[in-house]
Nanobody, 120 residues
């Protein structure tokens, strides 16, 4: 199982970014894929997860209405569309996969993160 997050960068307040999580080594549609983030000095937290049936789980109320998650089965890729970014969204973003469900604390596989920095 391999996961590779990409798409991070430096943006201004109010701008948008799309993160990609490229997956390989497993049957993509049969797994839950989630996005997590860790800000400097803080614990890692869940952001959004999409389960096998396509259901979305929002872990943070602060991203509702701004972030969306989607999956492209043809490309084995999950996207995190982030709009109206603010400095509190600054973090390293990780994607994770699990063959059972969206576990907040126990996703089975993790990729390396991608840095998102929102400048005011």
């Amino acid at each position: 199982v391999q996961l590779q997050a990409s798409g991070g960068g430096l943006v201004q307040v109010g701008e948008s970014l799309v993160l990609s999580c490229d997956a390989s080594g497993f049957i993509f549609d049969h797994w839950a894929i989630g996005w997590f983030r860790q800000a400097p000095g803080k614990e890692r937290e869940g952001v959004l997860c999409i389960n096998m049936s396509g259901g979305r789980i929002y872990y943070q109320d602060s991203v509702k209405g701004r972030f969306t998650i989607s999956r492209d089965s043809a490309k084995n890729t999950v996207y995190l569309q982030m709009n109206s970014l603010n400095p509190e969204d600054t973090a390293v973003y990780y994607c994770a996969a699990d063959d059972l469900s969206c576990h907040y604390d126990g996703m089975g596989y993790w990729g390396k993160g991608t840095q998102v920095t929102v400048s005011s």
